[in-house]
């Protein structure tokens, strides 16, 4: 479902800073989630963050959350060639249903 | 560690045909899911399990069916192919406690002529 809605392309030059954005419409939702992506692959868990934090940091990726807004950002820090992929943010209302966006495609370009 | 597996990877029905979609994880996760991917639309949820012997319906169940005699196990089964089910279908599991997310198989690519 499209709850949760996402830009669909971001490109950025290789070494600057990604941000891609996500909103959400379930005020209730638990845990936000962010995944990659990559061609001919499966989702891959890149972090999450739990509805009562406002940020979350795991090395290259800072998770910012505004609940007032209903808002999720993934930056990534120094971004490299393999992080070109489609990155998914989704909500989780339950411990059974995430629900996606339709995903961001990140070109990395030199 | 396999994780989740999925076969199989690549499926061409014709309209109509039946198929089982398999999917096994061994990670003793409770929760299992298949997803279906289709472009610009993110994933949607076909069904759902959270133990064995418990099964219900996602948000696009028509056309589809599934069964959980096993911790292990999460076949799907087209009952009669459309076109309308050409997509690239994932099976996820997890533990079910949020902080570790879902586990997602590689998929399989079906499509329907």
């Known amino acids: 479902g499209e709850d949760v809605e996402q830009s669909l392309f971001l490109s950025v030059r290789e070494g600057d800073s990604s941000v891609i954005n996500c909103t959400y419409t379930?005020?209730?939702?638990?845990?936000l989630y962010w995944y990659k992506q990559e061609p001919g692959a499966g989702l891959q868990l890149l972090t999450y963050?739990?509805?009562?934090?406002d940020m979350k940091q795991d090395q290259r990726l800072t998770v910012l959350l505004n609940k007032k807004d209903k808002h999720l950002s993934l930056r990534i820090a120094d971004t490299q060639t393999g992080d070109s992929a489609i990155y998914f943010c989704?909500?989780?209302?339950?411990?059974?249903?995430?629900?996606f966006g339709a995903g961001t495609t990140v070109t990395v370009r030199a | 560690n396999a994780g989740v597996t999925q076969t199989p990877k690549f499926q061409v029905l014709k309209t109509g045909q039946s198929m089982t979609l398999q999917c096994a994880q061994d990670?003793?996760?409770?929760?299992m899911s298949w997803y279906r991917q289709d472009p610009g639309m993110g994933l949607r949820l076909i069904h759902y399990?959270?133990?064995?012997?418990?099964?219900d319906q996602g948000e696009v169940p028509n056309g589809y069916n599934v069964s959980r005699s096993t911790t292990e196990d999460f076949p799907l089964r087209l009952l009669s192919a459309a076109p309308s089910q050409t997509s690239v279908y994932f099976c996820?599991?997890?533990?079910?406690?949020?902080?570790?997310?879902?586990?997602f198989g590689s998929g399989t690519r079906l499509t329907v002529v």
């Open positions: 996820a599991s997890s533990t079910g406690t949020g902080d570790h997310g879902y586990t």
């Open positions: 399990s959270v133990g064995a012997g418990i099964t």
């Open positions: 963050i739990f509805s009562n934090m």
């Open positions: 989704a909500e989780s209302m339950n411990d059974y249903k995430l629900s």
């Open positions: 990670m003793n996760h409770e929760y």
């Open positions: 379930d005020s209730s939702s638990t845990y």
